[in-house]
């Protein structure tokens, strides 16, 4: 008996750790399509945004996958304190995950159209916001992998820069609209983009919020750290 009650504990343990394992592996892949979308915005580069665009399946994949072993955990070993916290918190990090790959892939299609445009526009606003939400999510899956609050309320903490870098390029690429018509096109591409940007950066805080929630068993104030609607802030200056 004693036996058999070691290796259940053992295999509730072994499936925890395959949960910890996909989710980890979710968060490498999306932070490498966050990073292969920068290289469309910053190179041009479309073989990097076809390869952000042909990883979003593997996620998606991962994300049932990590679904049908969390309705297994939950019915069948019953997991208390942390455990459940951990368990329930996996599905909502791994939606968030997946939103995230969705919107990496989108960035990477928008960013080839964008440069192929002949308007003279600078890119280097919008990729000092790519490079700010990539080390975001960076520490983020770090933040899951290490179940580390710490990490996760730093993350908690950064999402308003996200939000000021994108109220600057919302006012920068409204300016290039105004001075030229011909810039519209392009701008707007890269408003979707910029939009895309700061939604990555909602769902990174989203799961560092759950990591905290899941570590620590409190949830962070529900008022972010947030920096100015972009749309009263150019609406201020027109």
């Known amino acids: 008996m004693p036996h058999e009650r070691s290796h259940i504990v053992s295999s509730y343990e072994q499936e925890l750790d395959q949960l910890r394992t996909m989710m980890g592996q979710m968060g490498h892949i999306v932070e490498e399509q966050v990073t292969l979308a920068l290289s469309a915005i910053a190179e041009h580069d479309e073989a990097a945004a076809d390869e952000a665009t042909r990883r979003d399946p593997e996620v998606d994949e991962l994300e049932r996958e990590v679904e049908s072993l969390v309705i297994r955990l939950l019915a069948l070993r019953s997991p208390m304190g942390a455990d459940l916290r951990e368990i329930v918190a996996a599905l909502k990090i791994t939606g968030d995950l997946e939103r995230i790959g969705d919107y990496a892939a989108s960035i990477a299609r928008k960013a080839i159209k964008a440069a192929s445009s002949e308007a003279q526009i600078s890119f280097s606003g ?113």
């Open 126 to 238: 919008l990729r000092s916001m790519c490079r700010l939400v990539r080390d975001n999510l960076s520490r983020t899956v770090e933040a899951v992998i290490q179940h580390d609050p710490i990490m996760a309320m730093e993350v908690w903490h950064a999402d308003r820069g996200v939000d000021e870098h994108y109220v600057a390029l919302f006012r920068e690429l409204v300016t290039y609209m105004m001075e030229d018509a011909r810039n519209i096109r392009a701008c707007t591409e890269l408003l979707f983009i910029a939009k895309n940007l700061e939604r990555i950066g909602d769902h990174a805080t989203n799961v560092a919020e759950r990591v905290f929630y899941a570590v620590i068993g409190e949830n962070l104030p529900p008022e972010r750290p947030r920096g100015e609607n972009p749309i009263r802030a150019v609406s201020k200056e027109v």
